[in-house]
């Protein structure tokens, strides 16, 4: 709020009924910059070379858990590496017990199919039933 302010006019000053924008200026570039630099946080670094699959797509969750098989059998959850063995355990922490969480599966082209589906029997053992498996999208063959 400001005042102008006139000679002679004695002991009343007039309001100036004007909006100062510069403060929500200053908040909204802080804004634009802090999402700036936390969106490329949120993505998944692990290079995998995943097959080609014609499936329509469904629309990703908010926050959603992968679980990556790479050539050397090495898993890892996000971005953490992860033992076979620890990976039920490790999943429990990350859903929060939570068993109904869909898990979404992806292995290089190279891995071969059994060691999938002992990952698999893994995940049903530790009691995630619920697999979506990731691949790339392609233009569907006629």
Not at 109 to 130: H, I, P, Q, S
């Amino acid at each position: 709020m400001g005042l102008h302010l006139k000679e002679g006019a004695g002991d009343e000053l007039a309001e100036n009924h004007e909006i100062n924008v510069t403060p929500f200026i200053d908040v909204m570039l802080v804004l634009l910059i802090i999402f700036m630099v936390a969106a490329p946080l949120a993505t998944v670094d692990i290079k995998v070379d995943l097959p080609a699959s014609t499936a329509k797509p469904e629309p990703r969750p908010e926050k959603p858990l992968f679980l990556s098989v790479k050539t050397d059998k090495s898993l890892y959850i996000g971005d953490n590496a992860v033992k076979k063995e620890q990976l039920g355990q490790y999943l429990d922490e990350k859903t929060k017990g939570k068993k109904d969480t869909t898990i979404f599966f992806q292995a290089d082209k190279g891995v071969d199919y059994g060691d999938l589906m002992e990952v698999m029997n893994t995940l049903r053992a530790a009691g995630y039933l619920k697999v979506g498996l990731v691949g790339l999208e392609t233009a569907a063959k006629k």
